[in-house]
């Protein structure tokens, strides 16, 4: 059977650049960086240099780059960090992030609510193609804001935020931190560019074809932000524990790889997305999910009325087609998404979700075999 991986939103193929720059530091003698010894030194070398080439990609300095296990991490260090921060430091914290954002940073915020006395949250609302409003971030900001956290692009729809708008908002209120959540986004975007202002960028590595368990955190100039796993100093005393010289090797050369090919994949693939919603959006009850915002080239999202997610990723995989229908995260929930709840969508309609990601490796032929595969998945469904 032939595999069709339209699934590099929830994690991208592994890059051979990656995999030979990881490779020395995956056998034999990895000394721990923070030691003396000639050893050390030389994994240290490679510690920092990887970090200065990350933050090359993200517009920071390399003291501004936390490396971390993970996207998930890097939200939780950024959310969680800055709540412990300003509760220590003014007795009280506001968190106010996006309807929208992964659940990395939504149970972040709650986690800090839950466990944290003076802090609170509040959920800024999205309009129907799932962009933060300013009005309603507007009335949420008071002098009690210690962060705003807003995603580059939504992981499910590709709907891509307003960032400026929300920069410009938060500047407005003395005191306040900006997040933003840049996973889905980095295969896409010049982050530098995408992100500037913001005080603290979350990216990971899988999601550009690296390896799993390695992200990063920006934490710009002097942003307060209290560690969640102290001991050791490591990261500037942000994260203890010793750091991963392959994860984080494997994180910059994942970067740079996708640095190189962006502006040409991204046109060639945004193309392929136009191909499939107009086929498959032209189907009897399909339709595309905020079609007309702009969205990143890679995401396609569609709602398949009469017909449940499940099932259809069902027949779809027998097919040879790998799909979710959602964050893989939550792709197997009985409920409907949260984000399109947010957006508005009907819950009856939101329960035939199908997200179809693509990436680099993804070819014209690929694109024609899926259309047919999913055409003829939906009118099997129908026809039982």
């Given at each position: 059977?032939?595999?069709?991986?339209?699934?590099?939103?929830?994690?991208?193929?592994?890059?051979?650049?990656?995999?030979?720059?990881?490779?020395?530091?995956?056998?034999?003698?990895?000394?721990?960086?923070?030691?003396?010894?000639?050893?050390?030194?030389?994994?240290?070398?490679?510690?920092?240099?990887?970090?200065?080439?990350?933050?090359?990609?993200?517009?920071?300095?390399?003291?501004?780059?936390?490396?971390?296990?993970?996207?998930?991490?890097?939200?939780?260090?950024?959310?969680?960090?800055?709540?412990?921060?300003?509760r220590r430091t003014r007795g009280r914290?506001?968190?106010?992030?996006?309807?929208?954002?992964?659940?990395?940073?939504?149970?972040?915020?709650?986690?800090?609510?839950?466990?944290?006395?003076?802090?609170?949250?509040?959920?800024?609302?999205?309009?129907?193609?799932?962009?933060?409003?300013?009005?309603?971030?507007?009335?949420?900001?008071?002098?009690?804001?210690?962060?705003?956290?807003?995603?580059?692009?939504?992981?499910?729809?590709?709907?891509?935020?307003?960032?400026?708008?929300?920069?410009?908002?938060?500047?407005?209120?003395?005191?306040?931190?900006?997040?933003?959540?840049?996973?889905?986004?980095?295969?896409?975007?010049?982050?530098?560019?995408?992100?500037?202002?913001?005080?603290?960028?979350?990216?990971?590595?899988?999601?550009?074809?690296?390896?799993?368990?390695?992200?990063?955190?920006?934490?710009?100039?002097?942003?307060?932000?209290?560690?969640?796993?102290?001991?050791?100093?490591?990261?500037?005393?942000?994260?203890?524990?010793?750091?991963?010289?392959?994860?984080?090797?494997?994180?910059?050369?994942?970067?740079?790889?996708?640095?190189?090919?962006?502006?040409?994949?991204?046109?060639?693939?945004?193309?392929?997305?136009?191909?499939?919603?107009?086929?498959?959006?032209?189907?009897?009850?399909?339709?595309?999910?905020?079609?007309?915002?702009?969205?990143?080239?890679?995401?396609?999202?569609?709602?398949?009325?009469?017909?449940?997610?499940?099932?259809?990723?069902?027949?779809?995989?027998?097919?040879?087609?790998?799909?979710?229908?959602?964050?893989?995260?939550?792709?197997?929930?009985?409920?409907?998404?949260?984000?399109?709840?947010?957006?508005?969508?009907?819950?009856?309609?939101?329960?035939?979700?199908?997200?179809?990601?693509m990436g680099a490796e993804t070819t014209?032929?690929?694109?024609?075999?899926?259309?047919?595969?999913?055409?003829?998945?939906?009118?099997?469904?129908?026809?039982?």
């Amino acid at each position: 059977m032939t595999t069709y991986y339209f699934d590099h939103a929830a994690s991208a193929p592994r890059r051979e650049v990656v995999t030979a720059a990881m490779a020395p530091w995956l056998h034999g003698v990895v000394a721990n960086p923070s030691g003396a010894h000639h050893a050390a030194r030389a994994a240290q070398r490679a510690l920092e240099d990887a970090r200065e080439a990350v933050a090359g990609h993200l517009g920071a300095r390399p003291g501004e780059v936390i490396f971390t296990a993970g996207g998930t991490e890097s939200c939780q260090l950024a959310v969680a960090g800055r709540a412990l921060w300003a509760r220590r430091t003014r007795g009280r914290a506001r968190l106010v992030v996006s309807a929208i954002e992964h659940h990395a940073v939504l149970d972040a915020a709650d986690w800090a609510v839950r466990n944290l006395s003076g802090v609170s949250v509040e959920r800024a609302p999205v309009d129907r193609d799932g962009r933060v409003t300013s009005e309603g971030l507007a009335r949420l900001l008071d002098e009690e804001t210690a962060l705003v956290s807003v995603m580059t692009a939504n992981n499910e729809t590709g709907v891509l935020e307003p960032l400026e708008a929300v920069r410009d908002a938060a500047a407005r209120v003395p005191g306040c931190a900006t997040h933003t959540d840049a996973v889905a986004a980095a295969p896409w975007l010049d982050l530098a560019r995408a992100t500037a202002g913001f005080d603290l960028v979350s990216v990971c590595a899988h999601k550009i074809g690296g390896p799993v368990n390695a992200g990063a955190l920006v934490v710009r100039g002097a942003v307060g932000l209290d560690a969640l796993v102290p001991g050791g100093g490591q990261e500037r005393g942000r994260r203890g524990g010793t750091v991963d010289v392959a994860s984080a090797v494997g994180l910059a050369a994942a970067l740079e790889g996708v640095a190189r090919e962006r502006a040409v994949v991204a046109e060639r693939v945004g193309g392929y997305r136009e191909r499939l919603g107009a086929a498959l959006g032209a189907l009897e009850g399909v339709r595309v999910t905020a079609g007309d915002a702009v969205r990143l080239p890679g995401t396609l999202h569609l709602t398949v009325e009469g017909v449940a997610s499940d099932e259809l990723l069902f027949v779809l995989d027998r097919s040879g087609v790998c799909a979710s229908a959602a964050a893989s995260c939550s792709s197997g929930a009985s409920g409907p998404s949260h984000v399109l709840a947010a957006m508005g969508v009907d819950g009856a309609r939101a329960r035939g979700s199908l997200r179809l990601s693509m990436g680099a490796e993804t070819t014209s032929d690929e694109v024609d075999a899926v259309i047919g595969l999913v055409t003829a998945a939906i009118e099997r469904l129908r026809s039982v």
